[in-house]
C-alpha cells in the first residue's frame, strides 16, 4: 500500500515571500503520479499542480513549482511571491500509474497561513 | 463547465435517518468517486465507478452506507442508518480516464453533513 506522509501540520508566511511545503510518499511502483491540491476555507478541492513519475523535469504552474526527488521520495511544493489567496490547507496526493482508476492516497494536509 | 455538482451542500440530520447525497460529474468523465473528509482520518476514498460499474468498495465503511451510479450523469450515496460518526464532509470527484490511468480529478464543493 502507497503512503503519504506531510509532516508540517501549519505553516506561516508573508505575503511577496517564498514558502516550501514537504511531502514524501512510499511506494514500490515505479509508474505513479504526484499532485498537489489546495483546499480554501471555501472547502473546495482545486488542482494545483501534478507531477509525473518518469518525468524528471519538475512541474510549474506560474507561481508553483515542485522539486520532485524520486529517488528520496520526495515532492515538495514551492510557492513563489505567497498571496493572501494562497491561505489554505494543501494536500500531497499519490496515483499509481497503472491498474483501473485515478484512485488518490492523500496525505494529512499543511494548513498554510499567508500574513501581511 | 459547471464542474462537479453536489447537493446538499449542508445536512443536518438526526440519528438514525436515512442520508442520500447526490451528485453529478463532469459531462463526458467516465469515472466517478466519493471520498469522505473527517479531521482524525483525512481524505478517505469511499468508492468509484468507471463507466458507471462500482469498481473498488472496498473503502466503504459499513452496509449502512451504500453507493449507486444509475447512468453516467448520476451518482447517490446513501447512508441508512446515519450515526453521529458518519459526521464528515463527503466530495465526490470525476475524471476521464484513460488506458495508461492517472489522471486529474475534478472535486465538487462537498457536502457537510452532520448527524445528531
Known amino acids: 500500500a502507497q503512503t503519504v506522509t506531510q509532516s508540517q501540520p501549519e505553516m506561516s508566511v508573508q505575503e511577496a515571500e517564498t514558502v516550501t511545503l514537504s511531502c514524501t510518499y512510499d511506494?514500490?511502483?515505479?509508474?505513479?503520479?504526484l499532485f498537489w491540491y489546495k483546499q480554501p476555507p471555501s472547502r473546495q478541492m482545486i488542482l494545483v499542480i501534478r507531477?509525473?513519475?518518469?518525468?524528471?523535469q519538475n512541474a510549474t504552474e506560474n507561481r508553483f513549482s515542485v522539486n520532485f526527488q524520486k529517488a528520496a521520495k520526495s515532492f515538495s511544493l514551492k510557492i513563489s511571491d505567497s498571496q493572501l489567496g494562497d491561505t489554505a490547507m494543501y494536500f500531497c496526493a499519490f496515483c499509481r500509474g497503472t491498474g483501473t482508476a485515478s484512485k488518490l492516497t492523500f496525505g494529512t494536509g499543511t494548513r498554510l497561513q499567508v500574513t501581511l | 463547465d459547471a464542474g462537479v455538482i453536489q447537493s446538499p451542500r449542508h445536512e443536518v440530520t438526526e440519528m438514525g435517518q436515512e442520508v442520500t447525497l447526490r451528485c453529478k460529474p463532469i459531462?463526458?468523465?467516465?469515472?466517478l468517486f466519493w471520498y469522505r473528509q473527517t479531521m482524525m482520518r483525512g481524505l478517505e476514498l469511499l468508492i468509484y465507478f468507471n463507466n458507471n460499474v462500482p469498481i473498488d468498495d472496498s473503502g466503504m465503511p459499513e452496509d449502512r452506507f451504500s453507493a449507486k451510479m444509475p447512468n453516467a450523469s448520476f451518482s447517490t450515496l446513501k447512508i441508512q442508518p446515519s450515526e453521529p460518526r458518519d459526521s464528515a464532509v463527503y466530495f465526490c470527484?470525476?475524471?476521464?480516464?484513460?488506458?495508461?490511468?492517472?489522471?486529474?480529478?475534478?472535486f465538487g464543493a462537498g457536502s457537510r453533513l452532520t448527524v445528531l
Open positions: 511506494t514500490s511502483e515505479s509508474n505513479y503520479y
Open positions: 507531477q509525473e513519475a518518469y518525468k524528471q
Open positions: 459531462s463526458g468523465h467516465n469515472s
Open positions: 470527484a470525476s475524471s476521464l480516464e484513460y488506458a495508461s490511468g492517472a489522471n486529474v480529478l475534478t
